[in-house]
């Protein structure tokens, strides 16, 4: 790619895929490499604060309302190890939004103290979608993966099709546990 121009707007599609990937620069993985990248972009026109703004405080009412909703449903299981939200159909119904809008939600159960698997569950018309993090040597794939799903070390999912939110979910948090008792 040394013969590429990285004009303007190619510089923030990519400075803002690298942000949302590394969670805005703070992943464990996330090396001097990447901000090396990133300073690339930037210098190449990707504005940072305007990239930020963009997709982490561009929500609408409805999404707020919506976080506000599950926020309400947040339990916490294993000494309060794992901690869990659910947005369910009437939810989505009442805010005037989909499960589209849940992106990032998984950051407000993993920002408990001492909280270190943190689950979304979204029930869907046609099932359940499960998004899944971990903090530190936590598999959270390996939990995604017993339900059919895939991901990374800290950070996975699945989508599972004609199951029911009441049925799937406890299965989900008792098979959460052995991840946490790993330690």
């Not at 923030?12 to 990133?38: K, N, W």
């Not at 309302?65 to 449903?73: H, S």
């Not at 995604?144 to 299965?171: C, M, Q, T, W, Y």
Request: with cysteine; hydrophobic share 40%; proline share 3%.
């Amino acid at each position: 790619m040394e013969n590429v121009v990285i004009d303007r707007e190619i510089a923030v599609a990519l400075y803002t895929a690298i942000m949302t990937d590394t969670g805005s620069f703070r992943y464990p993985r996330t090396d001097s490499e990447t901000h090396t990248i990133a300073a690339h972009l930037i210098k190449c026109g990707a504005d940072p604060t305007q990239s930020f703004v963009n997709v982490y405080e561009n929500w609408t009412c409805g999404r707020m309302r919506l976080l506000g909703e599950a926020l309400d449903t947040l339990k916490t299981a294993y000494d309060g190890k794992v901690a869990y939200i659910v947005c369910t159909q009437k939810m989505f119904k009442e805010t005037g939004t989909t499960e589209v809008e849940t992106d990032n939600f998984t950051v407000y159960p993993m920002s408990i103290q001492g909280v270190l698997i943190g689950i979304l569950f979204n029930e869907l018309s046609n099932g359940v979608k499960i998004s899944f993090r971990s903090k530190g040597n936590i598999p959270i794939n390996e939990l995604a993966k017993e339900f059919g799903g895939n991901g990374h070390l800290n950070a996975a999912g699945v989508r599972l099709f004609d199951k029911k939110l009441e049925e799937i979910s406890p299965l989900v948090i008792e098979s959460a546990g052995k991840y946490v008792n790993i330690l």
